[in-house]
């Protein structure tokens, strides 16, 4: 910076804070596939050739400016990514992804402070919001054992979808009941039957991102089992649908991205149980399948939106059924898999585009089975588990049939964890 500075702030650190007039922009016009970038300064970013990822400071005092141009509007092309390098950026840690891929673009980002970090004050076109890195592991969790008792018991997946050995019982055993992730690397059990007497409850069990349950706490919202969860808006979750102790419900229960179930919404939908919900796209959801009374086994199904807004009935396509399970794949497709039709039992699936559409039945593979439960792993890969092969509460089994990234079911994986059914599963962790 040449010239006189005057009216400039010298910080506790002993810096002289950039003064109001301007930045000190970089003359050089950065090509390179690195940049790591210093506050109060302006960089023209040239990605012709190449992605560029920018780490900002790992200090920084509130005020700090920081300014990155499309120099050759190709970041449509080739987008920068952002490591905020240990600060948060918008409210969420660094383990988020922070990608620009508008051409033409001018990013504008000031340091408000510890808690929300980096602030865009203006991005030109749009301020991208952060993307929360895939979720790698798993967890199926609570269930009965073959019309028996309930358990607690649950088995972590790893990143590679291997099922583990049982986990002793935290919680109080119940089954029917739901699990979602939340937050982007932890898990939610809620609602269900059991202890006592298969009384519905409303309580709930939350899974850090180590994998490990928490002991029982109180839930809001009405008690009921055979309810369905998925992720929203890249880190919340919602419950909806079921049956409580006298009937079908179609209310909802939004959860927070800190773990947080919401009291009851009032419901839109068909009244029923026994189906599934699943994440698409970006930030949305879809519930599908089940029983509603008076009507039968169904295929309908419900998007939800990124603000968590359920909606009316979309008209059924693929064979109707109950005790469906779901599983996210592909990071923005899910799939509905297995359940009760009015024949008996079946492994067919339908996919869910990441629009939201629902695709027409694609033929069985692994063991027909109900009462299943389904959930995601790897970044990008599904899983299906557990489940009765027979029409009764009974011959339940502990094999798993993965989903990979393009949607395809395979072939059973011969069962390690305890034989049970009406089981949940969610995934967990950023870390593989």
Not at 48 to 56: A, E, K
């Amino acid at each position: 910076m040449s010239g006189i500075v005057q009216s400039n702030i010298v910080r506790s650190s002993g810096t002289i804070a950039v003064a109001a007039s301007g930045l000190n922009w970089d003359s050089a016009v950065i090509t390179a596939s690195t940049l790591t970038a210093e506050g109060g300064k302006g960089y023209f970013i040239n990605t012709t050739s190449n992605i560029c990822t920018i780490t900002l400071p790992s200090a920084a005092e509130t005020g700090d400016q920081i300014v990155f141009v499309d120099y050759a509007r190709t970041w449509g092309t080739n987008k920068i990514v952002i490591d905020s390098n240990g600060l948060n950026y918008q409210g969420d840690a660094d383990t988020f992804t922070v990608e620009y891929n508008t051409s033409g673009e001018t990013l504008d980002i000031v340091y408000s402070g510890a808690s929300k970090g980096w602030i865009p004050q203006n991005d030109d076109v749009v301020v991208d919001a952060p993307v929360a890195p895939p979720t790698q592991k798993a967890i199926f969790g609570f269930g009965n054992l073959n019309g028996g008792s309930n358990t607690g018991i649950s088995n972590l997946v790893n990143s590679s979808g291997v099922v583990q050995s049982d986990t002793s019982a935290v919680g109080s055993a119940r089954s029917a009941l739901g699990a979602v992730t939340y937050g982007g690397d932890k898990a939610l059990f809620a609602f269900g039957s059991g202890p006592v007497n298969n009384a519905v409850v409303n309580r709930r069990n939350l899974v850090n991102n180590n994998g490990v349950i928490s002991s029982d706490a109180s839930g809001a919202g009405t008690a009921r089992e055979y309810i369905g969860g998925a992720e929203y808006g890249g880190d919340k979750a919602i419950f909806a649908f079921g049956t409580t102790a006298s009937a079908q419900t179609n209310v909802s229960n939004l959860v927070s991205n800190s773990g947080v179930v919401a009291n009851d919404t009032s419901g839109v939908g068909l009244v029923r149980a026994y189906g599934a919900g699943v994440r698409f796209g970006v930030g949305k959801a879809i519930f599908g399948f089940g029983q509603a009374a008076g009507v039968g086994i169904t295929g309908i199904t419900n998007l939800v939106s990124d603000q968590g807004v359920v909606a009316a009935n979309t008209s059924a396509v693929g064979t109707a059924r109950e005790y469906v399970a779901a599983a996210a794949y592909g990071s923005d497709k899910g799939v509905f898999g297995f359940g009760r039709v009015a024949g008996g039992r079946t492994a067919i699936t339908n996919k869910v585009s990441n629009t939201g559409v629902v695709a027409s039945d694609t033929s069985g593979v692994g063991t027909v089975r109900q009462y299943i439960a389904g959930t995601n792993f790897g970044g990008d890969n599904g899983i299906f588990g557990f489940g009765s092969t027979a029409d009764g509460n009974t011959n339940g089994t502990g094999i798993t049939n993965k989903v990979n990234n393009q949607g395809v079911v395979a072939a059973d994986t011969a069962a390690v964890a305890t034989a049970r059914i009406y089981v949940a599963g969610a995934g967990y962790s950023f870390s593989a």
